[in-house]
């Protein structure tokens, strides 16, 4: 999708479907920075890639081959009962971007030696296909070795015997060896963030019936909103009952938005912008939430749209990313403001707060992406430097209580900075590389030529 500063009325009709009923002018509300201080964009990019060296030797040095490090213990962690190198995998392409060649090389080399998905064990379709599935498309498009491709393949017709539902929308778990499936009682995010990757695997392929197993499944959880267009957040997957009525923008609806629009500028596919308009003009009507501190998103019911709960959190944050993909970029500076503040207070974001009360309700950090993520997609739309010195001040608290002697760590609680023994594997994958790529000026990734997934692995549009 082709971004411009000022549009006008009869070009904005011309290509409404990539952008919300409601979208914005580009003028943005101030950030809440108190002065303006120039950030070295070079010296950021390399503490950044610093860091993503410490954090890589600590794994390789107490969990190698394994999915993850506890970073405290110093010992290695599995998901499941074999390992599926979710953090060799994850972290690959964001060495690839760092132009860390001797760590991608060593990545490679044990993903193509010890990754084998005919393992009999039940994994979770979601974080599968973001990590691994979505990690291995992505390493194939930017590496080139065709061995990732097929890798990818195999999972991909391994993950896909989940959609074998009565309604085409994916069980919630899925036997990698046998394809027996779990889990019905499912919601938005692990139904309907399945079209990026299935899409990007049947264009290299030339197979239509990724793309449109993934299609189907999105079309019967779109078929299932409100008349006001809002989407529940509990869906039963085999009967297609709605078992929990609260929209919301948070975890287990969020990425169900984010691929609805992602999808149709990745695709061109008028299908999923004709969903994503409506969809976008009911969450930005009945969950937008202007407080006199500023904007924020609620929880309310599907069929009153009503706020029934004031609760915004780190991974709401990624919605001011999606505004700005879709132009919409007054809304996304006042939300990134919002999201900024709601860091600040703390130093360190809380997994979700009272955005009135200003209340913590759960103060783990996980070492999350989104808030950062926000600020790089508003710098590549503005080069504003505010967005600069936002991201470096994330940062700078991010290494001052999370970094470890071998690692990084997620935080117990925000208030008291106690860490948590454990290094998700999106660190490498989406923290690490939004934090470089915000301020990295080797234009070796042209934002407006990659669309995201979820886990920040990027695909080539066109």
Known sequence: MTKTHILSVSFILMIAFTFSIKAQTRETTPILLEKSQAVDKKAM???????????????????????????????????????????????FDTMILMDLTDQAKEAKELIFKNLDFN?????????????????LLSAYELDGDRRFLS???????????????PTGMPYRFVNLKTGATSGPESNPAEIGTYLVEYGTLSKHTGNPVYYQTAMKAMTALYALRSPLNLTAEGINIET?????????ISGGIDSYLEYMLKGSILFNDKQLSDMWIPTAAAVNKYLADQTPDGLW???????????SET????????????????????????????????????????ESMN???????NGSYALRPENIEGAYYLYQYTHDERYLEMGKAMFDNLVKYCRTDEAYAALKDVRTKEKRDYMESFFFAETLKY????????????????????????????
């Open 355 to 361: 955005y009135v009360t200003k209340k913590v309700e």
């Open 119 to 135: 393992v009999d064990m039940d994994v979770q379709n979601f974080e599968v296909s973001i990590r691994i599935f979505g990690g």
């Open 45 to 91: 990019a390399n503490k950044v890639k610093a860091e993503f060296v410490h954090s890589w030797n600590g794994y390789k040095k107490y969990a190698w081959g394994y999915d993850a490090l506890l970073p405290l213990t110093l010992k290695p962690h599995n998901w499941y009962k074999k390992s599926l190198l979710m953090t060799p995998v994850d972290a």
């Open 311 to 350: 609760s915004y959190g780190a991974l709401d944050a990624f919605f001011s990313g999606t505004l700005a993909l879709n132009n919409d970029m007054k809304r996304s500076a006042d939300l990134q403001n919002s999201n900024y503040s709601m860091w600040m207070q703390n130093d360190i974001e809380p």
């Open 297 to 307: 998103y609620g929880h309310a019911d599907m069929y009153t749209g009503k706020i």
């Open 240 to 248: 297609g009952k709605v078992t929990n009525p609260i929209s919301h």
């Open 435 to 462: 934090a470089f790529l915000l301020f990295d000026d080797s234009g070796k990734l042209n934002f407006h030529k990659v669309i995201f997934n979820t886990e920040a692995h990027p695909y080539k549009r066109g």
């Open 151 to 165: 890798l990818a393949e195999d999972l991909g017709k391994r993950l896909m015997k989940a959609f074998n539902s």
